[in-house]
């Protein structure tokens, strides 16, 4: 067969196939105009710059895991934030039954335009996520959390009674029908989940994730977040530092760090960000304990700049804007 017939026999397929299933079924990649991938912020600027593209990308499934009260639901709020900020749908699916609507309003969250639900069973829970999904106006979802996610059968069953592998087999049915519809309608979908142990591992991590291994497969980025140390007010501890590995990432380099100030109440701290930032790409100078900028000293002692960045919005978002420049200049 000459090239030239391979040609028409290929024009006819793909014209046969148009014809069936509708135009842009199959195309040359370069007849697609290149599109970058559309992004929402975390809330963290260190996590939009170790994420590579500027935050978590649209039309693709997350997961957030890491240990009881690391950060994880913290981070998917200021997601939702971050998303209805730019006039973006919200949706929350409260398998866990502990949504704390007073804390997502402090974290910036308009609650009375977002969408919650807080299902019978994990059937309903993915069936109410796939039609959101498929309506096609939903920015963002999130699933809290997967190990919530119980299937019917063994809400119905005795207590105590065996039901082996039944969560596995129903995120591997929802992710193989939930994939697609989240590609072509360009919704984040984030999945939070917990962490178990596996037992009688002698060698190697024996932590793993639940409801098996479709979600591994499935997500775009897989984010790893611990709590590494606490933050003290004089006595009391007022929050925690979190340090966000990214295990995953299908649209950037792997395995980047980010860390960062979960104050209790308030959220992630965007101004500790802004000076642990400033002082790594060089914007702010420090010397021992002294921070400055330009030639004005900002203060002594992280705290003290802390409190004047509160204070002096104008500053902070000067520095904030100076910092994601520089990132850029680096990773352009």
């Known amino acids: 067969m000459s090239n030239v017939d391979k040609l028409k026999a290929l024009q006819l ?20 105009a290149v599109e970058s991938v559309e992004t929402i912020s975390t809330g963290s600027i260190g996590l939009d710059i170790a994420l590579g593209i500027g935050g978590l990308p649209k039309g693709r499934v997350i997961e957030i895991y890491g240990p009881e009260s690391s950060g994880k639901t913290t ?7 971050e998303s ?15 949504f704390d609507k ?77 994939t697609g519809t989240i590609s072509k309608t360009g919704c984040c979908c984030i999945f939070i989940n917990q962490l178990r142990e596996k037992i009688g591992v002698m060698f190697g991590n024996p932590e793993t994730t639940t409801g098996g291994n479709a979600l591994k497969f499935y997500a775009s980025i897989r984010l790893d977040v611990r709590r590494i140390s606490q933050i003290k007010d004089s006595d009391e501890v007022s929050g925690n530092r979190t340090k966000v590995k990214i295990v995953k990432n299908k649209v950037a380099p792997p395995f980047r760090i980010a860390e960062f100030d979960i104050m209790f109440g308030l959220g992630i701290s965007k101004i500790g960000e802004i000076i642990d930032l400033g002082v790594e790409y060089e914007i702010i100078k420090k010397s021992g304990s002294w921070f400055s900028y330009k030639d004005t000293k900002l203060g002594q002692g992280r705290d003290a700049v802390k409190q ?24 352009a």
């Open 13 to 32: 397929t793909l014209d046969k196939l148009e014809k069936s299933y509708g135009k842009g079924t199959i195309m040359k990649l370069g007849d697609k």
């Open 75 to 81: 981070l998917a709020i200021h997601a939702i934030a």
């Open 84 to 98: 209805q900020k730019k006039g973006g749908i919200a949706a929350f699916i409260d398998a866990e039954h502990a």
């Open 308 to 331: 004047l960045l509160t204070d002096n919005v104008e500053l902070a978002d000067e520095l904030e804007a100076l910092i994601r420049e520089a990132v850029s200049g680096v990773t």
């Open 102 to 178: 007073f804390y997502a309003q402090k974290l910036g969250v308009d609650v009375e335009n977002l969408l919650i639900s807080q299902p019978d069973n994990g059937e309903q829970a993915l069936e109410i996520a796939d039609n959101l999904i498929r309506s096609g106006a939903i920015d963002i979802i999130v699933i809290d959390s997967v190990a919530a996610l119980v299937p019917k059968a063994e809400i119905e069953g005795e207590m105590g009674e065996s039901k082996m592998g039944l969560q596995a087999r129903l995120m591997s049915q929802a992710l193989r029908k939930l």
